[in-house]
Nanobody, 115 residues
Framework: VQLVESGGGLVQPGGSLRLSCAAS????????MMWYRQAPGKERELVAA????????NYGDSVKGRFTISRDNAKNTVYLQMNSLKSEDTAVYYC?????????WGQGTQVTVSS
């Protein structure tokens, strides 16, 4: 199983970014996917989750109405569209999948929101 995140960077408050997580090594369309983030000095927190078909999504309270998770099963990729970014969204963002009870994580992508 391999997960590779991309799309992070430096953005001004109020701006937008779209993160991507390319997956391989498992049947992507059969598994739900999740985005997490970890800010310096803080615990890793769940940002968003999506079901295997994409029909069901869930969000952390701090990002509801601003972030959108989606997936393209033909491309084995899950996305996180982040709008109206705030300084408190600054963190390393990770995607995660649980396959046969084992959690797999990507290497993370840094998102920095600053003027």
């Amino acid at each position: 199983v391999q997960l590779v995140e991309s799309g992070g960077g430096l953005v001004q408050p109020g701006g937008s970014l779209r993160l991507s997580c390319a997956a391989s090594g498992f049947t992507f369309s059969r598994f739900g996917m999740m985005w997490y983030r970890q800010a310096p000095g803080k615990e890793r927190e769940l940002v968003a989750a999506i079901s295997s078909s994409g029909a069901v999504t869930n969000y952390g309270d701090s990002v509801k109405g601003r972030f959108t998770i989606s997936r393209d099963n033909a491309k084995n990729t899950v996305y996180l569209q982040m709008n109206s970014l705030k300084s408190e969204d600054t963190a390393v963002y990770y995607c995660r999948v649980s396959v046969v009870g084992i959690n797999y994580w990507g290497q993370g992508t840094q998102v920095t929101v600053s003027s």
